[in-house]
């Protein structure tokens, strides 16, 4: 059984940062790819960034690209995404997703259809 945390949301002014770490059971070990996806209210779930616990290959959502970076965090077996340069747009609520095996194609990692398992999110607010 994988056990994710997502921590790290707050609020914050437009052009802030900030830094989310999704915490992971040992048995995270077993995760091909870590995914961060939000939610803003009334919305769909869409892709944030995901990353193979490889990193051989990680993807960025256009929204966030030159802003958003995704890391390893292996020494907490988890997952790190970096946001900087924050827009009102990007007010959601955050979910880190495990995917336990090997993909065909790793940019599959981009659909949340793929993971296994979700934390319970947290909560990202930009002011403007």
């Known amino acids: 059984q994988v056990q994710l945390a997502e921590s790290g949301g707050g609020l914050v002014q437009a052009g802030g940062s900030l830094r989310l770490s999704c915490a992971a059971s040992?048995?995270?070990?077993?995760?091909?790819?870590l995914g961060w996806f939000r939610q803003a209210p009334g919305k769909e779930r869409e892709f944030v960034a995901a990353?193979?616990?490889?990193?051989?290959?990680?993807y960025i959502a256009d929204s966030a690209k030159g802003r958003f970076t995704i890391t390893n965090a292996n020494a907490k077996n988890g997952v790190a995404l970096q946001m900087n340069r924050l827009k009102s747009e990007d007010t959601a609520a955050y979910y880190c997703?495990?995917?336990?095996?090997?993909?065909?194609?790793?940019?599959?990692?981009?659909?949340?259809?793929?993971?296994?398992?979700w934390g319970q999110g947290t909560q990202v607010t930009v002011s403007s």
């Open positions: 990353i193979t616990r490889s990193g051989d290959n990680s």
């Open positions: 040992a048995a995270s070990l077993s995760c091909y790819g």
């Open positions: 997703a495990c995917r336990l095996s090997a993909l065909s194609t790793d940019t599959l990692l981009k659909y949340d259809y793929y993971y296994n398992y």
